[in-house]
């Protein structure tokens, strides 16, 4: 049966409290192999998937978050009940690497610094949101987590060297219906008929 991908797009919410379930290994291949089908820079393929099964997650948690977080977020025993954790990560020196390559060395790219945009973070937040449709389309849940404190420990949890960015980390579970909506949810945001602008007209 066709996927109603209009539907599930607007269906997925992050989900921070969790059952205890956990997806099998088969699963998180298929859904890890199949996000990896996401637009890349120039062909670059520079996105890698860790997988954290079940047995890594209590470790996960130990080395992403602190003592404090852990006995005191009120979200904390919901996210920790994840089954599974993938960490997106990707390298900039692929992307350069690939940018000075002969068919791309006039983009001017060979260098970190000459990117306006920088494709290695837009190629790991494709492949998130793959999975994360992939996911929702399972009718297993995810929420996609930043590891802007801890980045080093992850790292070193995962055996990364210092060459793979740590775009965020994507926990995986079994919805327990008893999520905490997000503060970020209470924001006043133009709604999204407004965030499209059609010329000519005034750009806001
Ligand atoms: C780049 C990025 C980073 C995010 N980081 C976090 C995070 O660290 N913790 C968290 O609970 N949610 C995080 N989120 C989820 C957002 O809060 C969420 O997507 C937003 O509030 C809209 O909610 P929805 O995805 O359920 O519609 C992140 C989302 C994105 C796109």
Redesign the pocket.
Known sequence: MAVDLSALILQ???V?SFDGSAPSHDLLAHWTQTALSAPSAGNSAGVRLVVLEADYVSKYFEVATDSTWRDSAARAPGLMRAGAVVLACSSSEIYTERYAERDKSSSGLGEVDAWPVPYWHTDA?MVVMQLLLLIEDSGWAA????NFRHGDAVRELAQLSPAWQIF?SVLIGRADGNDQR?S??QRSVPVRSERVMWLPGEVR
């Open positions: 997925r919410r992050m921070r937040s929420c996609l987590w930043g965020g997000s970020s949810l």
